[in-house]
């Protein structure tokens, strides 16, 4: 984790990479940084959009439908571009 203070604003979605990582590289990230959570998977692939591709689940219903994803980085269900993809890429 890095020792520089995150912003924290709580009703804002959190960001994706401080999630993941614990940590967050952009100067004025807009977005919320909670400090009681811990990363959630070290290495985790994600997708242009910052969520996980977990290729052995079941496509995220959300994302399907709307390209968008209301549980964020810590969803359990796969972010891939497109359920018939089996490329594998890491973006």
């Given at each position: 984790?890095?020792d520089?203070?995150?912003?924290?604003?709580?009703?804002?979605?959190?960001?994706?990479?401080?999630l993941?990582t614990?940590?967050?590289?952009?100067?004025?990230?807009?977005?919320?940084?909670?400090?009681?959570?811990?990363?959630?998977?070290?290495?985790?692939a994600?997708?242009?959009?910052?969520?996980?591709?977990?290729?052995n689940?079941?496509?995220?219903?959300?994302?399907?439908?709307?390209?968008?994803?209301?549980?964020?980085?810590?969803?359990?269900?796969?972010?891939?571009?497109?359920?018939?993809?089996?490329?594998g890429?890491k973006?």
């Open positions: 984790m890095s520089k203070k995150m912003p924290t604003r709580p009703g804002i979605p959190e960001c994706g990479n401080y993941l614990g940590n967050c590289d952009l100067k004025e990230c807009k977005y919320h940084h909670p400090m009681n959570k811990t990363p959630i998977e070290p290495g985790l994600l997708n242009n959009k910052g969520l996980p591709l977990r290729p689940q079941a496509i995220c219903p959300d994302f399907s439908r709307f390209g968008l994803c209301k549980s964020g980085p810590a969803c359990k269900f796969d972010h891939s571009s497109s359920s018939s993809s089996s490329s890429s973006l």
